[in-house]
């Protein structure tokens, strides 16, 4: 069937809100007066904010509830916002398909509060015709169920849709969902862990050729 909407992951594929992130994480974990090992951050890459919590608790033992972990984050991640920028030629792909008037969603596994921040920041909002985020669905990335929710909303069939990730947690999402999904890491080093089905372009490749050529 022909591709007709794309949904957009959004931090690693549109945006680059990791060093926000992992500053906030680090914060976050100071004003809580615990540690982690070093690497959990990256290792979590994908992740929602629910699993992060889970992680925080099973490695600190921190009697902590999930709000009261999201309200600690959400505060620092709001003050590491100058960090978030739009990633590599987001915003130049964007404006071709709005151009087209072909329907985009965002579709995340961050907080609602972190996606409107997020936005509101790159000034990216206005492409989407929705934004789904983690609070949107009841199971995260890699559950189908926020695909699956933008594919509903948009009025289109899985086979439809195409999903666009960074990540193999989002892209066992979108292959969940029955979608058509490319995986487009930013290193390297995932490119062996292309999940099955998947298409692998690698981070080298341009992304905005390869759209263009998908929608023609």
Not at 30 to 49: A, K, N, Q, Y
């Amino acid at each position: 069937m022909t591709l007709k909407a794309i949904l957009w992951d959004m931090d690693g594929t549109l945006i680059d809100s990791e060093p926000a992130h992992e500053q906030a994480f680090e914060e976050s974990l100071v004003s809580l007066g615990v540690t982690v090992p070093e690497g959990t951050h990256d290792s979590m890459l994908g992740s929602s904010f629910v699993e992060v919590h889970q992680k925080v608790v099973e490695l600190t033992g921190l009697d902590i509830t999930l709000q009261e972990w999201r309200r600690v984050k959400s505060k620092h991640y709001e003050l590491c916002s100058k960090a978030i920028t739009p990633l590599k030629n987001s915003q130049s792909i964007l404006e071709s398909f709005a151009a087209q008037s072909i329907p985009m969603a965002l579709v995340s596994n961050s907080s609602r509060d972190e996606v409107n921040l997020n936005l509101e920041v790159t000034k990216l909002a206005r492409f989407f015709q929705l934004t789904i985020s983690r609070d949107d669905v009841d199971r995260g990335k890699p559950a189908p169920d926020c695909y699956l929710a933008a594919a509903k909303a948009l009025s289109l069939s899985a086979s439809e849709c195409l999903v666009i990730e960074d990540s193999v947690t989002g892209a066992k999402a979108g292959l969940a969902a029955g979608m058509k999904t490319l995986f487009h890491p930013e290193t390297d080093a995932l490119v062996p862990h292309c999940p099955e089905g998947a298409i692998l372009l690698e981070p080298q490749k341009d992304l905005g050729a390869w759209l263009e050529a998908a929608f023609a």
